[in-house]
Each structure stands twice: as structure tokens, then as C-alpha cells.
């Protein structure tokens, strides 16, 4: 069965850092690009980060940019989002979710999305 | 804001046929991909591209794409398919960012 699971999340103080993990099984996680899509409370969703399979591709939303860092460890299948100078307009569930492309490169897709890690940043 | 514009909340009686539509300058270039999200869950991949449905997405979910606009429709609309419904596609800029539509809360009647 393919699946994702987030764990890291928790509450933590403005200007604080914490950082979230992604565990992927049931798939060769090697020859996936890898993304970290965020949901604030009540709101709707919001691509964060993207990360190809070998990690030479890196892209990141203009709203996390310079503060959030994305890699990845193909050897242990795993995800990772560096989050530092947290903010409260940061507070959110953040998923990662498996990305796939067709040939051409004009149509992505996410699928599976992990169950998410709910990220509070408040003093 | 978002570059891909969604209706915030759409109706639709049981059994019906419903439309739910996302505009964007990059759905020039790219295709959307579309997700449910039912309250207290993780989104749920339910069309990606022209008209391509995940296995275990029943037949009654399709796609369709002109310009700037890409569709998802829902023939037969039952009850279990009232949910938050997202676009996403990349953004205009050419820079392989990620951007979703700002959502479509479904409500069945």
C-alpha cells in the first residue's frame, strides 16, 4: 500500500524552528518528486515546496522562501521541511504529498497526500 | 490571492449534474489536477489532466479544459460528494511554482 506519514508538528513560538518528516512506503520513493502542501485552519490549501527526485530541482513558495528548507534521504525514504523565523500566519496542517508528471511536463499531479502534522506557532 | 480562481461554494440538487470550474492565465499552458477534501481529511486526487480519474474515482467525476478554464464535472451528483473541491496547476510565471485554486465548497440538496 502506498502511503505517507507527516510527524514533527506541534506548537512553537514565533521566531522558533521546527522540523516536520515525511515517511513514504509501498512505492520507490527514489523516482518521486516529493511536495509539502500547507491548510491553515478554516482556509484553503497552499503549495509550500517542491523537491524532484534526486533533490537538483528545489522550488518554494514567495511566503516561505529564505525561511523554509526542503530535502529529502532517498535512502531512508523519507521527506523533510526546515522551518525556521515561524510566523503565526504560519500556523497550519502541512501534507506532503507524492507528485507525478505526464510526458510533456504540462500536467503534475499530487497523489497519495499524507493524514497531515498540525503546525501552531503562538506565543 | 490565488492565480486560480475558483466559485466559492456551489449547489446542486441529488442527482443532478454539476459544474465546478477554475480560471487561470497558466491553464493556457498547463492542465489542472483536481482534489476533494471532506471535512477533517486529506485531500483526495480526483481528476488530473483533460479527463484522467484515479482508480476507485467513480466514472460520475470528469474533466474538461478550454483556455483559461478547466472543469470538473459531477454527473449524478450524490450525497457523498458534497466536499471542498481544489484546482492546482503551476503558476504563470514559468517558474514551476505549485498554486491552487482558492476552493469550491460543494453542498448537495
Known amino acids: 500500500e502506498v502511503q505517507l506519514v507527516e510527524s514533527g508538528g506541534g506548537l512553537v513560538k514565533p521566531g522558533g524552528s521546527l522540523r516536520l518528516s515525511c515517511a513514504a512506503s509501498?512505492?520507490?520513493?527514489?523516482?518521486?518528486?516529493m511536495n509539502w502542501v500547507r491548510q491553515a485552519p478554516g482556509k484553503g490549501l497552499e503549495w509550500v515546496s517542491s523537491?524532484?527526485?534526486?533533490?537538483?530541482?528545489?522550488h518554494y513558495a514567495d511566503s516561505v522562501k529564505g525561511r523554509f528548507t526542503i530535502s529529502r534521504d532517498n535512502a531512508k525514504n523519507s521527506l523533510y521541511l526546515q522551518m525556521n523565523s515561524l510566523r503565526a500566519e504560519d500556523t497550519a496542517v502541512y501534507y506532503c504529498?507524492?507528485?507525478?508528471?505526464?510526458?510533456?511536463?504540462?500536467?503534475?499531479?499530487?497523489?497519495?497526500w499524507g493524514q497531515g502534522t498540525l503546525v501552531t506557532v503562538s506565543s | 490571492s490565488s492565480e486560480l480562481t475558483q466559485d466559492p461554494a456551489v449547489s446542486v440538487a441529488l442527482g443532478q449534474t454539476v459544474r465546478i470550474t477554475c480560471q487561470g492565465d497558466s491553464l493556457r499552458s498547463y492542465y489542472a489536477s483536481w482534489y476533494q477534501q471532506k471535512p477533517g481529511q486529506a485531500p483526495v486526487l480526483v481528476i488530473y489532466?483533460?479527463?484522467n480519474r484515479p482508480s476507485g474515482i467513480p466514472d460520475r467525476f470528469s474533466g474538461s479544459s478550454s483556455g483559461n478554464t478547466a472543469s470538473l464535472t459531477i454527473t449524478g451528483a450524490q450525497a457523498e460528494d458534497e466536499a471542498d473541491y481544489y484546482c492546482?496547476?503551476?503558476?504563470?510565471?514559468?517558474?514551476?511554482?505549485?498554486?491552487f485554486g482558492g476552493g469550491t465548497k460543494l453542498t448537495v440538496l
Open positions: 489532466g483533460k479527463n
Open positions: 523537491i524532484s527526485s534526486s533533490s537538483s530541482y528545489i
Open positions: 509501498g512505492f520507490t520513493f527514489s523516482s518521486y518528486s
Open positions: 492546482n496547476s503551476r503558476d504563470s510565471s514559468g517558474n514551476h511554482l505549485g498554486v
Open positions: 504529498a507524492r507528485e507525478d508528471f505526464d510526458w510533456s511536463r504540462t500536467l503534475n499531479w499530487f497523489d497519495p
